[in-house]
């Protein structure tokens, strides 16, 4: 154990994440895992938020090199479906052809105009620029141009679709605009282990939330990383789920995690409950998952009779065998990080993804993507969620595929992000003072950034 978690351990005796869910019984060994390697406590400076040359250089330096979640495999099920990823001002055209997955640089290869509409998705047969028609069939080779004599200069074999790299791991389809990068799976590190219990293959996007919103996007992010602000932005979460008590695990360059405990009080709680009214008040990100309430028999938890239910219903309704998974695997908010810009929480009990993006060529903006996951029928007849859009200020709460307790508290999260942003903005001092252990995440995830910027050797 590292002198982090010592400390943690100190502050929080017998209720840290680690505690709680050791309690429920033998803890898988990718749970039982902890690393917290000691950092460098410099501040980081606001200037990565707020300067325009620091913005600029992300795409040249970031956007342009990482693997990047673009969509799920089911957004891409037939040949002929298709969906544009866009990053700022980059844009790929994402295809499903016979042979796999393929991705294009969305720009014509006559005058450059857009070949798809940035955000749009659909099934084409082939693909064909709006302006002068010339045509590509699905993999990328061209199909026709129209006065072909007019071009005796363009070799058809050359005149393919430019590619960009894609690939596709647990259901998530990537892309990656450098055509030197690393494989895919070299680029997830210790996620593919990490989520062998947890195959997410079998489940799709049953509802896709994007918002604008008004913070730089790793400010935006950033706000998922720690759960330091929950008991004076989200105090209503105190009772039920765990915040400062939660895990902070950094495993490699591109990946950290955090765990945090569902059906129990935060140690910031002001009143203590029962197992009974924590069970009944309990507040899961995806409701729906959970099905009707029950009755905490005597000597077990509210956790333990949460995880019972969820494996009922999963076995009953799905067909899926969780028997073998433990109470937190089930139940608590799970959450990776892959270096730049996703979150992935893959317990059945809370399964969903987390993008964030900058919001066009806005270093003030981010797009928020949430994309909550739902196990395949067995009858194979599901519909993938439509993206239900909303703007700046309007609020999650407003949509009705929305879980209420997750909309309040990300509306909650909101209100913070447009204060942070215009206080950087107002600093005198121009850098933020991170704290050890809770917003450790953070600092390792700049660390990453400052590598990726060149602003310290790899
Ligand atoms: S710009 Fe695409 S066909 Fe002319
Ligand atoms: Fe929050």
Redesign the pocket.
């Known amino acids: 154990m590292s002198d982090m978690q010592q400390l943690m351990r100190g502050r929080y005796p017998g209720n840290t994440w680690a505690d709680v869910a050791g309690r429920d019984g033998k803890l898988p060994p990718v749970l039982a895992q902890q690393r917290n390697p000691d950092q460098d406590l410099s501040d980081i400076p606001f200037a990565r938020y707020v300067d325009q040359d620091f913005f600029d250089r992300e795409f040249e330096r970031v956007w342009k090199l990482v693997w990047q979640f673009a969509c799920r495999d089911e957004h891409l099920a037939e040949p002929g479906d298709f969906l544009v990823h866009d990053i700022g001002r980059l844009s790929a055209v994402i295809v499903r052809t016979q042979d796999g997955l393929k991705a294009f640089y969305n720009s014509?290869?006559?005058?450059?105009?857009k070949?798809k509409p940035s955000g749009s998705c659909g099934w084409s047969a082939d693909i064909t620029?709006?302006?002068?028609?010339?045509q590509w069939n699905l993999d990328g080779s061209l199909k026709s141009i129209p006065c072909d004599f007019e071009f005796p200069h363009v070799d058809p074999a050359r005149a393919g679709l430019a590619e960009i790299r894609v690939d596709s791991w647990n259901g998530m389809v990537f892309v990656n605009f450098d055509s030197d990068a690393v494989p895919l799976d070299e680029y997830l590190e210790v996620l593919p282990e990490h989520f062998r219990n947890w195959d997410l293959r079998g489940w799709y996007v049953a509802t896709h939330v994007r918002k604008h919103l008004p913070g730089n996007w790793k400010l935006a992010m950033e706000a998922f990383m720690e759960a330091y602000h929950t008991p004076y932005v989200h105090p209503e979460m105190t009772n039920v789920v765990g915040d400062h008590n939660m895990q902070h695990d950094i495993f490699s360059r591109h990946v950290s995690r955090d765990l945090c405990a569902m059906g129990t009080a935060s140690p910031t709680a002001r009143t203590a409950m029962s197992e009974q009214e924590m069970l009944d008040t309990m507040l899961v990100g995806d409701g729906r998952m959970v099905g009707e309430r029950a009755v905490v028999p005597k000597g077990k938890t509210a956790r333990w009779v949460m995880a019972e239910q969820l494996r009922a219903r999963m076995r009953d309704q799905y067909g899926l065998d969780y028997s073998g998974h433990s109470v937190p695997e089930m139940i608590d908010s799970i959450k990776y990080h892959l270096f730049p810009n996703i979150m992935i929480y893959p317990a059945p009990g809370l399964c969903l993804v987390q993008q964030f993006r900058p919001d066009g060529h806005d270093r003030d903006r981010a797009i928020f993507d949430q994309y909550v996951l739902h196990p395949k029928p067995r009858d194979g007849r599901f519909e993938v969620a439509e993206v239900e859009e909303i703007a700046e200020d309007e609020q999650f709460a407003s949509l009705e595929s929305m879980d209420p307790f997750l909309a309040s508290v990300l509306d909650q999260d909101t209100d913070i992000m447009r204060a942070q942003r215009e206080g950087m903005y107002a600093s005198g001092k121009g850098a933020q003072t991170l704290s050890t252990y809770q917003e450790s995440r953070i600092r390792h995830f700049h660390h990453t950034l400052g590598e990726y910027m060149k602003e310290i050797p790899a």
Do not use: D, E, S
């Open positions: 014509c290869m006559h005058r450059g105009t070949l620029c709006p302006f002068h028609n010339w």
